[in-house]
């Protein structure tokens, strides 16, 4: 018998199993139904089926749309640069959603913090686009810039293209007003250096300010060394942050060091046609297998899954649950001074769930 909602799940490699096993508890409590279909990425998939990241796993997720994921390691060397950029590549996972707000009981430097980091995720120098230093196709790149242009680029650099597409950028600022929209945000902010990387962050900016179907939401830019500086003295004036793929990488870890730390972030990969939920931090090899990382950014990522399926009510509770339990303070993890286990916490946040 099939659930209501078919979902695959990626356990992933380090604590990725143990962070799964935790979501998968509180996940099932809130909501009814949920049907699991688990399938490999990652070092995990590589010893079971020789592939990274085996088609499969892929087929699973086109199969279901919605999937979750642990952290996976990207062996090093391996030939691919990055599974999780082969993922959001393959599945054309275009917009990357983090929030990052305060939460009860864990100290930060700030009042309430409550920021979304919406990143483009296909495009810009992550697009991976690379000519190494003294390659002949490096080398073929200097002489037809020098043609074109009269560009001299020195003969031992290496080379990385940044593009920045009007199709790519017309797509991630619709997503992120509906997104703003949506979720009854106030502002967004978009971060460039268009001054100097005019052809490329200018036509971000350009083509955002385009952008007429706004709504209610307030819009403003600002040179990204400039947004973050202000963000880390008063990230309370920030709402939404709309960024190229390079900028929202640095700064979704920068507002996950503002609400406390790695182990409570979670984060949405989303395209057109399927989802991909995953916590920000990654597979922690140093505390694999002792059954102490903290599963709230992988909760917390399920719950943004469940609102996303349409369980907004089974959302809601989940992350009333994860307030309640960080904010009697009897339970935690290691990295927020506690000494209870990954399934302590998640016990504690099931229990809350009960009436
Ligand atoms: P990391 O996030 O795994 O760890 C950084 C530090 O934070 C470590 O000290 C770790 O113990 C701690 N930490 C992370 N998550 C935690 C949690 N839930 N509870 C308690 N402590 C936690 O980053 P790293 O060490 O740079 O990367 C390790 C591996 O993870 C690498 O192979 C990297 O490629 C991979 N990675 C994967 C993803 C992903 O799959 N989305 C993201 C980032 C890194």
């Known amino acids: 018998m099939g659930g209501r909602h078919r979902v695959t799940l990626i356990p992933g490699d380090g604590i990725g199993p143990e962070v799964a096993a935790a979501a998968r508890l509180v996940l099932d409590d809130a909501v009814a139904g949920i049907e699991w279909i688990e399938r490999d990425a990652g070092a995990t998939a590589l010893a079971e089926h020789g592939d990274l990241l085996p088609e499969e796993t892929l087929e699973a997720i086109r199969a279901s749309r919605v999937a979750i994921k642990g952290p996976i390691t990207t062996p090093v060397g391996s030939g691919f640069r990055s599974i999780n950029v082969a993922l959001r590549q393959e599945l054309d996972l275009f917009a990357a959603v983090r929030p990052a707000r305060s939460l009860p009981g864990v100290p930060t430097r700030h009042g309430p913090v409550d920021l979304v980091v919406i990143r483009e995720n296909t495009e810009d120098l992550y697009r991976g ?58 502002s967004i902010t978009l971060g460039h250096k268009a001054s100097i990387m005019p052809t490329s962050d200018g036509l971000f900016l350009r083509t955002a300010r385009e952008h007429t179907d706004r709504g209610d939401v307030a819009f403003q830019d600002m040179q990204i060394d400039h947004l973050t500086a202000r963000l880390v003295r008063e990230p309370d004036r920030f709402d939404v942050l709309l960024l190229p793929n390079l900028y929202g990488d640095i700064l979704s870890d ?27 931090h990654g597979s922690a090899p140093d505390i694999a297998g ?52 990954t399934m302590d916490v998640a016990v504690a946040i099931a229990a809350e769930l009960t009436p």
């Open 129 to 186: 686009v690379e000519f190494a230093a003294g390659s002949p196709e490096a080398e073929a790149l200097r002489e037809e810039l020098r043609r074109l242009a009269g560009f001299e680029i020195r003969t031992d650099a290496g080379v990385t293209v940044k593009p920045i597409s009007v199709a790519g950028t017309r797509r991630i600022v619709r997503f992120a007003f509906e997104h703003a929209k949506a979720n009854h945000r106030r």
């Open 254 to 280: 920068l507002c996950a060091g503002l609400v406390g730390g790695l182990g409570l972030i979670p984060g949405a990969n989303i395209g057109w046609e399927y989802a991909v939920f995953e916590p920000v």
């Open 290 to 341: 002792k059954g102490i990382a903290n599963p709230i950014a992988m909760i917390l990522s399920g719950a943004m899954m469940l609102r996303h399926l349409g369980e907004g009510d089974g959302a809601s509770a989940v992350e009333r649950a994860v307030d309640a339990v960080l904010a009697s303070g009897a339970v935690r993890t290691a990295d927020l001074g506690g000494s209870s286990s």
